[in-house]
């Protein structure tokens, strides 16, 4: 993984490639977080939804990484393979249930298909999801640096109905 690591507030802010976080404001305009920590977000998660006063402790990582990272899951590379079976929930004969918990998150099967839903989620000013299609050989990566993104789901929905033939 060569673009994704652990950042200073400094570094965040000396960084052009290292992107923003733009978190929805009551009036709706966004504001820059690394820029404005007396800021919070509209996220429902609460209060302190602002990214950029974790200046140590969140992880910065990029598409491809993420993208290498899936295969050296899918590859047995990054763990032997019964630990990789283990978390993504593959290879479990028998098993008739739609979707069922892994240790990477939800597996799902759609379209007869295995699909590993990564990870997922938000926080002021970020919207992210990472998914593997283990029967496809597909990774899925959505990342953005906006919150409140109406879109966002519907993005993912496309991204599983172009992989899988539903959704």
Known sequence: MTGSAYCTRNQWLADEHIAHP???QPDGSRIDAVRNLDKDSLSQQGPGENPGRGFIGNVFATAPDLVRFAEAVRNATV????YADLYTGANRPGRTPTSFSAYSGVLHIVNGRQTVSGRGGGTGGVS????IYLDTGWV?????NYDDLPEFG???GQEQRAITGQG
Request: hydrophobic share 45%.
């Open 79 to 82: 763990l032997n393979r019964p």
């Open 140 to 144: 899925g990566v959505v990342l953005s």
């Open 154 to 156: 519907e993005i993912l």
């Open 128 to 131: 992210a999801n990472w998914n």
């Open 22 to 24: 733009y978190m929805r």
